[in-house]
């Protein structure tokens, strides 16, 4: 950062004597140098927004004033055929300026789209679709098999800010959350991994916009892309705003749970339920599981019989029994076992 502002410091101060010391138009050295220092200022301006531009934004923005620049010389031919005059010759820079100018909003609009690597930009004209994912849907797991299965199909946008709310997640002091977060960096190596998936990351941020969420919008606003996401907020905030959004809870809800009343399944009681008996646990992918008769096993992994599937737009949530006669805790010392041998015994 430091070095940068020595640069800019530099090249103002080169620029500002350069000017006093030609004095173009006539100029005395004061309103030269000012004038060369009011330049630098422009052209710094300009390199700080083009520094956050990402690399695709840039070429696109280049291959756009190109384009512009072939135009313009077109024009000039046909321009120049009506003779040499001063409004012609007027004519032909106002007609490069604009096709330039043109040019390079397009390739600026289009540009975070652009393949480097295969050289091709993908356009929404194209039969090529976008789905940006967020944090959420990433930590949740359930992506990477519905897209190892083929039905996704185009190309999975990454954005750089999901990213890094990914890391922050993973390096929370909280251990729930840093488990989470490097869950979700799992999840993204493993869909990286997936054959015949296009998985793009893009660096195109909105500085002005604090709110991850709001980010995503803005993002699938400016390239017409869907969201998939399993966030309940971020679906009704992204419909109310026109954004198309994929819902992984809303398509577990059309299929088959995932289990079913009757099944047994191995828990870790985590903490005590709203009611007396109760215990809650939590799956790796962060779904609800409310045990009766399990207020008493907290911090014990116990053997569950599964009583309903509660699933809506917002989640899902799994409530079982415990019977500790049929399923002692996992890990039971043998004095705890001998002692119950020896209390059945006695009865």
């Known amino acids: 950062m430091l070095d940068n502002i020595l640069v800019r410091v530099l090249f103002t101060v080169l620029l500002a004597a350069g000017a006093a010391w030609f004095r173009p138009f006539g100029w005395d050295q004061i309103t030269a140098a000012a004038v060369g220092i009011a330049v630098a200022g422009i052209f710094i301006l300009i390199e700080k927004r083009c520094s956050r531009l990402s690399m695709q934004k840039l070429a696109g923005i280049a291959l756009g004033m190109l384009a512009g620049l072939a135009a313009a010389a077109l024009a000039g031919t046909i321009l120049r055929g009506l003779g040499d005059s001063d409004a012609v010759k007027l004519a032909q820079l106002a007609t490069m300026l604009v096709l330039v100018f043109l040019g390079g909003c397009a390739g600026a609009a289009k540009g975070a789209m652009l393949n480097l690597g295969a050289g091709v930009c993908a356009d929404t004209n194209s039969k090529v679709y976008y789905k ?157 599981v409310v045990v009766d008769n399990a207020r008493r096993m907290i911090s014990k992994t116990i053997d569950i019989s599964v009583t309903s599937v509660l699933q809506t737009t917002a989640g899902k949530m799994i409530f079982g029994k415990y019977d500790e006669r049929a399923h002692p805790p996992i890990g039971a010392g043998p004095e705890r076992l001998q002692r119950r041998e020896q209390t059945v015994g006695e009865n």
């Open 132 to 288: 940006i994912l967020d944090t959420s849907v990433i930590i949740d797991g359930r992506i990477a098999d519905i897209a190892a299965t083929g039905f996704l199909d185009g190309v999975l946008v990454i954005p750089q800010f999901v990213l890094h709310e990914l890391q922050m997640v993973a390096d929370s002091a909280d251990g729930m959350k840093r488990s989470r977060g490097r869950r979700g960096l799992d999840v993204l190596q493993k869909i990286q991994k997936i054959p015949n998936l296009d998985v793009r990351v893009v660096q195109e941020d909105f500085p002005g916009v604090r709110e991850v969420d709001m980010k995503l919008i803005e993002l699938a606003k400016l390239y017409g892309c869907k969201i998939v996401t399993n966030d309940f907020n971020l679906n009704k905030v992204a419909q109310v705003r026109g954004v198309e959004v994929l819902n992984i809870n809303e398509l577990t809800n059309s299929l088959k749970p995932v289990v079913l009343p009757g099944e047994m399944m191995r828990v870790f009681i985590l903490k005590e339920g709203k009611e007396a008996t109760q215990g809650v646990a939590y799956l790796d992918d962060g779904t609800m």
